[in-house]
Each structure stands twice: as C-alpha cells, then as structure tokens.
C-alpha cells in the first residue's frame, strides 16, 4: 500500500494485460485490477469515461474496489469536448454529472481535454461551460492550441477564466517523449496523439493536475522531471492538492517510471512511496 500525504498519484489506466506478470498476481483478472491497482496507487486517470459513460453497475462495482482515500480523475465524454466543441451541450454535461454523482466523493477531479483546434476563438463557449458546472466537484480544463502557450494576451484569458473559476489547468509535459528518437511503431503513433507544447507551469486552483509523458527509456527521464519534485512539494507545501500521472508510448512501464520518480525525491522525504512488486518472470527494466 503506497504512502503519501496529499499529493495522488497514478497512471492512465488501471489495467493492462502485462501487469498480470509484472505487478499484480500472476493469476489476477481483468476484474481485479482496479483492485490491485488501488493498492500500489492512489489515483487513476478515468479515460474510460472519454469515450463510453459508464453505467452505474459499474461505478458502483469500481467504488467499491478501492480504499477510501483513492480518487478517480474522469474525463468528460468526447461528445461534450471533441464532437460539440463545447456549443450546445448543456444537457449532456449535467447527464454526466448526474452519472457520477453518487461517487462524488471519490473522483479527484473531472478533466476537459480539449482538441488542439479549440481555440481563443472558442473561450466564450469555455466561459459558458463552466458557468454550468455545479459545486460538488473539482475540475480540470486541457488545452492544446498553441496560443494559450505562447504567453499572450490570449493565454492570459485563458488563466484569468480557470483562476475566477476555481478550475484546475491540466499541465502536459511531453519532453521526454519528443527527445526519444524515432517515429516509428508505437512511439511514432503516441507522438502523433501526444500534443508538442511547452510545459506552462502555473496553478489555477486546489488541485493542480500534471500529465507527465516520458523517454521509454525509463532512467533518461530523470533529466526531465526532477524539477517536478520541487514544484509538488511547493504546491503541497502552499496547501494544495497535486496529481501526477506517469505515462509512456508503452504504459505498461508506467508504473515503474512512477517508482523511480519517487524514489529520486530529494532528501529521502518523499511524500509518496511505491514500492512495485516483482513477478518472478518480468525481465529487468534497467
């Protein structure tokens, strides 16, 4: 069981076939990795809910699979932010809510990821949306277009409607993926989805979210994150609530690449310790 003070902490997804040999018991099933998961981990990105809104069999089934103090980060569907680009989808939203709602106290946040032609064009339809979002929940806004990273007047706007809001701006740092070399298989294909921006780094609100996407080379990484460690424990020493989620072309080393990162914390204080299993039959990493 990981220890940790306010600062969650997790990858992607809480299931991959290839942690069956790695961190969670070689007979485990897909059914219990959220439970095997929620034991090494204290946070999770909900991408599920990006592309299928569950059912409440099934949150009620992933409530109870986990301990207490384990938060889930849901996306808003992709018909709300993608296919609507946010224009008329009052309904929708409140749907979505409303589904998530008995759980309330058990998701860290609900992120908006934005496309990248989401632009300062579109902030009125952003100023709307969270307008119509409820207490009851922390939320997070994701963006790609290069304006609101180009520290203008349009990336200002964007700040000052997540800061009046209360609303978290997601951060991206994608550094290390972009320095792998190669464009080929499945690096070439997350490179593709993964958007090339520059690591912005500011708090809108409580709960400030960082999505770190890494070199698949696990320990070339520490080059890019170890002002991470400085940061998160400036925002958990200000009070706030941080998340920080480990990714790579290949997720299933994700993990791993989370477990050096707290390990390499400064001083040996580190606010969250992970201390992975190993199956007998997973090959080195290092």
Known sequence: MPSFSSLYAGCPMWHMDAWSSSIFPAASSAAQSLYHYSRLFNSVEGNTSFYQIPDQANLRRWQQSVPEHFRFCFKFHQGISHHQL?????QQTLDF?????????????????????????????????????????????EVRHP?????GEEERQFNRLLLDRGVNRVIMDTRGLFSAKGNNGLLGEVKMKKPRVPVNVIATAERPIVRFVGHPDIPTNRRFYQSWHSKLQQWLDEGKTPFMFFHLADNADAPFLAEQFFQDWPKGSSPFAINLPRQASQTSLF
């Open 86 to 90: 946010l224009l008329n989808v009052e």
């Open 97 to 141: 809510l409303a589904r998530f709602r008995p759980m309330a106290t058990q998701i860290g946040c609900l992120m908006l990821q934005l496309p990248a032609h989401f632009g300062p064009q579109h902030l009125p339809r952003l100023q709307h949306f969270l307008q119509l979002l409820p207490e009851g929940f922390h939320y997070g806004v």
């Open 147 to 151: 304006a609101f990273f180009a520290k």
